[in-house]
Structures are given as structure tokens and as C-alpha cells.
């Protein structure tokens, strides 16, 4: 018998919930400093950044912070190197490279 969403709580045993689907009670990825994942790194470009912040949505590990409608350099204690960001920045500001 698989559990609604809705009635999910903490006492709702594993073999309840769907494949797939994951609860998160209490505690975050900010809490864990998942960068140390990385086997490659995004270089942040600032001379050729544009801001037009579209490399900032897309970014999974939220590891692009934005202050004041501007892109910062990475958070590289959660940035995993994906190489999202790599991909959708129009204007070559994110090249990576190989390691940490």
C-alpha cells in the first residue's frame, strides 16, 4: 500500500513511499559541504559576465549566489561540477576545469 504524499509523516515506514520520492524533515544540503563531491570545477569569468543570471536557476546545488540582482563567485563548500552553468551561460563567463 503506497502512502499519499499528503500523509507522509515521520513515522511513515520506507516501504510505504513511491520509488523516487524523498522526504526531508529536518537538516539541508547547507548543512553539508558536499564540494569535496567535485572532480571538476566551474571558473567563474567575471570580466565576461554580463549578469543576465541565467546560469543561477539552473544550478542544482544552488552554489551561484546572487547579491543585489549580481552574481557572485561560486559557493565551491556545496558547488558539486556539474557543469550546468558551463552550458546555459551565453557569454563563456563559466569555463571549467579539471580537479578541485
Not at 31 to 46: D, H, I, K, S, Y
Not at 65 to 84: M, Q, S, T
Amino acid at each position: 500500500m503506497r502512502t499519499d504524499v499528503s500523509n507522509l509523516n515521520e513515522q511513515t515506514p520506507h516501504q510505504n513511499l513511491t520509488e523516487g520520492l524523498m522526504y526531508f524533515g529536518a537538516g539541508s544540503t547547507k548543512q553539508f559541504n558536499t564540494g569535496e563531491w567535485r572532480t571538476n570545477t566551474p571558473v567563474f569569468l567575471a570580466d565576461k559576465c554580463k549578469q543576465c543570471l541565467l546560469c543561477a536557476p539552473v544550478c542544482p546545488d544552488s552554489s551561484i549566489p546572487v547579491v543585489n540582482a549580481k552574481r557572485l563567485d561560486f559557493d565551491y563548500e556545496h558547488c558539486k561540477g556539474c557543469g550546468i552553468c558551463v552550458e546555459v551561460c551565453p557569454f563563456d563567463a563559466i569555463v571549467m576545469k579539471e580537479g578541485k
